[in-house]
């Protein structure tokens, strides 16, 4: 045991160097990038090779936040100890070989010879991957360690203190008496962690009257004025109790506005009944012809005295059929820049001339479930008093409500979909009859994704632990949708390879005699029905808020525009 704990400390210094060799490739390679010219141009200027540099700027940043993570749990018992190390020794190996790879194939000819120091760090954290044990070899530790019944979620969690640890007790005991059976069991059989209008009023309603519905609101907006650490243990919280997940629109999104540019009449008005959730909202931004692109939206809304005239249509708008209000991007002028006619409006969903038709998705909607819809605007008169800003200021605020929209902390609600992704591994057996969970190949397919969370976790804590309230995180937040939304999909997809054959009946299959129809011929359990839709639902979470590809397009513009200064 010595000797482990000696080696443990041993494992996480070297990440520590191999995180230093990293950030040196990455650093030289966007300097090379900058300054090379190939075919006139220079090599920061092709699309492609800004996106395989973001990709290592990823890997950096994750390898380096769960490299301080593991150091830090050094003094834990060695079970725990050791999940955390072989995780850092996992990520800092994979992230040293990627970002090596890509710094030698960017710089060319001259990154195979031994006249820069790449090739040297390259050399040099090759030769610390096959130290004190291989990927595969730590995989296996990890597996050890994180994958039995009764092993804890995580052990990445920060050392609260006393006040700390009793607001933690508070929370639990608050969940236990306020998620009661009916609730749970709704959201347990919905595709997206969603329920229908009712059962989201329902649940704020009780967030609300215990004064905790806006945990990212300032205090002087209504807010509960938590500590960073205050609001990540009550997502970590909520989200290992299986709670309910209410709209984000009103709440997340539109408010901030609203606190940033928002009138205190307008803020008076609005936000009380957002934090109440007396009021529903959806989001007016994609249009049939403009969505990541939404400096090319069409729809027009005309100046006629104290009144814009509204026309034209939005697109894959969540819930509409059940908002009150819409927020909107809408363009008042064509001169100039694309961006700089649009303006942003709210608009009520019960003004004449608003129509919303339904678009039914591959993820198989059954009653009460519909998710997106194209909204229509004819001749929809809005007050001049509902816009935000002033005219043209829309893609202003649009960037500005965008940033809360993707960054936001994913992990612990992934830690739920991991959780019971490991339930089902001890549930179904392969093809040979044995259980998953004692399969080899899907035993270590399970520690690598655990590995992943546990730097997307320890990347998100190093950051959103030190983000006030109400405070907008920038460029990064493209970072953070990245990393959240694609390991969503990849948990979707080992989930559904998991149940097999299980995949056939959707949910509307398999909740038919619900329905008054002939039940299935292959009926399953409640608790797996939702999983084949999940994955085909969660195919949309690399597209919205700006697909993934122009998430890394933000993040090269900020990363080279660094580079520069």
Known sequence: PVLQQVLDAAICAQCAEAVGAMRHMWKDTVAYAVQRKQFGMPLASFQ????????????????SALTHAATQKLHLPAAQRSRVVSAAKVQADRAARRIGQAAIQIHGGMGITEELPLGHYFRRTTAMGASFGTTDAHLRRYA?????????????????????????????????????????????????????????????????AKGWAAPGWPPEH???????????????????????????????????????FGTP???ERFLPSILSSDVFWCQGYSEPEAGSDLASLRMQAVRDGDHYILNGAKIWTTHAQWADWIFCLVRTSPAGKPQEGITFLLVDMSTPGISVRPLP???????????????????????????????????????????????????????????KLKAL????????????????VFRQRLADLGTQLDALDATEMRFFLGVDSGEAIGALSSMFKLLGTEMQQVLSEVTVD???????????????????????????PDHVAPLAPLYFNYRKTSIYAGTNEIQRNILAKHLFSQAAR
């Not at 809005?382 to 409500?401: D, H, Q, S």
């Not at 149940?499 to 299935?520: H, S, T």
Request: proline fraction near 7%; charged fraction near 25%; charge should be negative.
């Open 48 to 63: 492609v090779l800004q996106h395989r540099i973001v990709d290592m700027f990823i890997a950096l940043e994750q390898a």
């Open 144 to 208: 050890a360690q994180a994958l039995d019944p009764g092993q804890p979620d995580t052990v990445l969690t920060p050392a609260y203190d006393d006040a700390e640890i009793a607001f933690r007790d508070e929370v639990r005991a608050w969940i236990a008496d306020a998620l009661d059976p009916e609730l749970l069991a709704l959201k347990e059989r919905s595709k997206n962690g969603y329920l229908d209008k009712a059962g989201q009023v329902c649940w704020q309603k009780k967030l609300h």
């Open 222 to 260: 209504g807010g509960p004025d938590w500590t960073p650490t205050q609001r990540y243990i009550f997502l970590s919280e909520t989200a290992s109790a299986g709670c309910p997940l209410i709209s984000p629109m009103g709440i997340a999104m539109v408010a901030y506005v609203l606190m940033e």
């Open 265 to 267: 009449a307008q803020q």
């Open 361 to 419: 998705s591959l993820d198989g909607p059954i009653e009460g479930e519909q998710e997106v819809n194209q909204v229509y605007f004819e001749n929809v008169r809005v007050p001049v008093e509902n816009r935000i800003a002033e005219e043209g200021m829309g893609w202003t605020c649009a960037k500005y409500l965008l940033q809360f929209e993707r960054g936001v902390a994913y992990a612990p609600l992934l830690r739920d979909q991991f959780k």
């Open 425 to 440: 591994g001890r549930e179904y057996r392969n093809e040979t009859g044995i259980l998953l969970m004692d399969d080899p």
């Open 498 to 524: 998991a149940i097999g054959m299980d995949v056939l009946p959707f949910v509307r299959d398999a909740f038919a005699e619900l329905r008054g129809r002939p039940a299935p011929v292959r009926p399953v």
